[in-house]
């Protein structure tokens, strides 16, 4: 049984096709619903099945003609018309949080993207024997490319003169393209035909060309970006995220910015508030941080560099909001409680993982109630979703 027929009844939450084969569920990449497919087994487990697509036998109305031609390389609902993926997106925000949060009717509305090509202002390519491309989901295996369609025109110009260079002493490049360009290489090549392009450039952790940040305009903001710290990387939603946080949380006297990055949502919210304080891990970004403070001219926030979830246990400052951005592991127990035990009138929560926003909504939820849900489409073509949450104090 090395080929099979499959009728696709639905998109599991990566954005795979899924169908039963006697019985057992099978996943299918690319294989969209109400269509049906040969497809070759890949693998065989005692509960399910993974499938590759040999040959479309029906295929659906909202299947499109996609631009790329790699597979498997992230954007999993790439053949999917773009209004389809937001539809997808939004009911499985919708189903997560119902199913794993105890939460319903709270979801509003997802907000798509502007640009839904070259939208990435950030992409990190792996080489392999001279090769360069990205992995395969979940393996090392490279998939070659001459260029991506969701990352900016630069950097597929950039793509091309990489493509035409000797790389074989070369792992990684990450291409940072924020109007000002910056080129990170691990390894050793001959960097002269990329400068004319790019401000910067590092090799192997050094500065080799131009300068040490490059800067991005957000709205009337302008932020550093560095060679380490994060920055959210479409450029268009990041700023209608943030503008959604402040919209959220309206004005008020001390708002804390836990997970802070390099203090973007700080400085937007330091227009609103008397004073901002924001906690963030990574030295480099609370660096920035305090360089995008002073290059914006503003005085009222201030940046410790520290574990948030441990931090915020000591902390002598009495937030009456607190906006919270962590990475997609959430929250800790210990630092959700310190949250409570701040009890500010307020809480925004930004993430960029719908099942632990799920886990920590439940928890919170005791205590505070969660208004509204805002989805942005910050990473179209892919399974991501970003997801905006107010939630208010409960009255005792
Ligand atoms: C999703 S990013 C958000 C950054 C920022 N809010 C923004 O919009 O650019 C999460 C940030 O949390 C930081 N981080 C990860 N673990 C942390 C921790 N335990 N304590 C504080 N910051 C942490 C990461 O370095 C990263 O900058």
Redesign the pocket.
Known sequence: MDEVLVNCVRLDDFGRGIGYVLGKIIFVPNLLPNEEALVKIVLNKKKYMVGEIGEIIKKSDDRIETRCPYEKCGCALKSLNYEKTLEFKKNKVINILKRYGNLENVVREIIPSANIYNYRNKITLKVRDGKIGYFKNETNELIEINRCEIASEKSNKIIKILNENDLSKVSEVTIKDFGEVMVIIKGNMNISKLKPLVDSIYMNDELVYGRENIIASLGDFKFYVSKE????VNMDV?LKVYLKVLNYLDAGKKVLDL????G??SLFLSKFFDEVLG????EE?VRCANLNKKLNNISNAEFIC????KEIHHLKFQADSIVI???RSGLSLDGINDILNIAPQRLVY?S?DPMTLARDLKILKNNYEVKEVTLFDMFPWTYHVESVVKLEKKIN
């Open positions: 710290a994060f920055f959210q990041a997970y802070c990055g390099t973007t949502i906690i963030e891990i990574n970004a520290g574990d948030a979830s951005d962590p990475p930004v960029c």
